[in-house]
Antibody, heavy 120, light 106 residues
Framework: QLRLVESGGGVVQPGGSLRLSCTAS??????LHWVRRAPRKGLEWVAA????????YFADSVKGRFTISRDNSKNAVYLQMSGLRVEDSAVYYC???????????????WGSGTVVIVSS | DIQMTQSPSSLSASVGDRVTITCRAS??????VAWYQQKPGQAPKSLIH???RLQNDVPFRFSGSGSGTDFTLTISSLQPEDSATYFC?????????FGQGTRLEI
């Protein structure tokens, strides 16, 4: 059974940066997503990256501040977060896409999450 | 962008009950809906994709239906372990979005 493992969360001041990592084996054939859940809120899709790392997609709330990348040789996907805001505080999950509409996809496997707290 | 409106926001039921959660999409999204279950302190669990297809190892008491703009998740005979928050998700195109969630208390 595939397991996704996130790391890199922590406490950061507003305006600061963090890089989250998600690793598992194998990942190179799947679109990978980041999804977050803030305290007392619902799930929010954040970003996605295609297997070839060419196509990338972002939620409007993070566009221009977050970037997504992957290193298939390391079976890893990264979420580089900059210009962090208090409202970015959340548990961040990576998720594997397994079912596609041809444009976007549904997930079958989720990581256990990593906590990001943005606070002064 | 497509919005997913989920109802009810919370629900209380008893073991053995049949419950239904609904999601309405702001645009026609064919069958491109998934449902997820999340328990406190845990990662989401994938239940259903393509509106009605169960993920592996999901109990048959869970079922999904709908197409176009209206979708439902039904749990036919509630078990204590079904207490959780449930989310619908559309994946017709980007940006993907989730419903607000339904908190189910048993």
């Amino acid at each position: 059974q595939l397991r996704l493992v996130e790391s890199g969360g922590g406490v950061v001041q507003p305006g600061g940066s963090l890089r989250l990592s998600c690793t598992a084996s194998p990942l190179h054939v799947n679109v990978l997503h980041w999804v977050r859940r803030a305290p007392r809120k619902g799930l929010e899709w954040v970003a996605a990256i295609a297997p070839d790392a060419f196509s990338k997609y972002f939620a409007d709330s993070v566009k221009g501040r977050f970037t997504i990348s992957r290193d298939n040789s390391k079976n890893a996907v990264y979420l580089q977060m900059s210009g962090l805001r208090v409202e970015d505080s959340a548990v961040y999950y990576c998720a594997r896409e397994a079912h596609s509409s041809g444009y976007a996809g549904a997930f079958d496997v989720w990581g256990s999450g990593t906590v990001v707290i943005v606070s002064s | 962008d497509i919005q997913m409106t989920q109802s009810p926001s919370s629900l209380s039921a008893s073991v053995g009950d049949r419950v239904t959660i609904t999601c309405r999409a702001s645009h026609d999204i064919n069958i491109w809906v998934a449902w997820y279950q999340q328990k406190p302190g845990q990662a989401p669990k994938s239940l259903i994709h393509s509106a009605s297809r169960l993920q592996n190892d999901v109990p048959f008491r869970f079922s999904g239906s709908g197409s176009g703009t209206d979708f439902t998740l039904t749990i036919s005979s509630l078990q204590p372990e079904d207490s959780a928050t449930y989310f619908c998700q559309h994946y017709n195109n980007y940006p993907i979005s989730f419903g607000q969630g339904t908190r189910l208390e048993i």
